[in-house]
Antibody
């Protein structure tokens, strides 16, 4: 069974850096795109970007391009989302999600999700 | 970027009733790359429907969906207590994903 287990809640101050993780098990990690999705307090879901772990090809939403960095480590089957300088507006829940890789609808939706990582940025 | 608009924003119904949720796209969604998710507080979103009308594994047949181009619908018949949640549609096109703003299905 595929499982995505994310790192725990974080409380940070504005200007600090942060890297959160998403550990995958039960599937062929290198060959599935993995995405990060943000949910700000009281708001809906926003796709931030995706990575293909096998070659680290990365695609970003225009909204998040240059604001975050997505990476992956095939050897540990883990994807990462990082910020170099957090802002209060980065407060939210961040989900990782896997994209299916087979069939005509491969890569068009998210079939498995992590449990979410709460990030709170406050002075 | 394709914008998805969901309606209604909130739907108040009782268990046993049927729900109809709408998702309208600002441009035609390519090849029906349209999915629906259920999201409950404190839980991960759950894939319900992909390809506009295909149920994901384990999703009860009370959930059905259809649509084409710019207009898509999710229908839930015989509402169960566990169905009350927020529902999102999502599309994929030009290497970008966008979500609708969500419809909250609440108990009346």
């Amino acid at each position: 069974e595929v499982q995505l287990v994310q790192s725990g809640a974080e409380v940070k101050k504005p200007g600090e850096s942060l890297k959160i993780s998403c550990k995958s098990s039960g599937g062929s990690f290198p060959y599935h795109w993995v995405a990060w999705v943000r949910q700000m307090p009281g708001r809906g879901l926003e796709w931030m970007g995706s990575i293909y772990p096998d070659d680290s090809e990365t695609r970003y939403s225009p909204t998040f391009q240059g604001q975050v960095t997505i990476s992956a480590d095939k050897s540990t089957t883990t994807a990462y989302l990082q910020w170099s300088s957090l802002e209060a507006s980065d407060t939210g829940i961040y989900y990782c999600a896997r994209l299916p890789r087979l069939g005509p609808l491969a890569g068009t939706h998210f079939d498995y999700w992590g449990q979410g990582s709460l990030v709170t940025v406050s002075s | 970027e394709i914008v998805l608009t969901q309606s209604p924003g909130t739907l108040s119904l009782s268990p046993g009733e049927s729900a109809t949720l709408s998702c309208r796209a600002s441009q035609s969604v390519r090849s029906n790359f349209l999915a629906w998710y259920q999201h409950k507080p404190g839980q991960a979103p759950r894939l319900l429907i992909y390809g506009a009308s295909s149920r994901a594994s384990g999703v009860p047949d009370r959930f059905s969906a259809w649509g084409f181009g710019t207009d898509f619908t999710l229908s839930i018949s015989r509402l169960e207590p566990e169905d009350f949640a927020v529902y999102y549609c999502q599309q994929f096109g030009s290497s970008l994903f966008t979500f609708g703003q969500g419809t909250k299905l609440e108990i009346k």
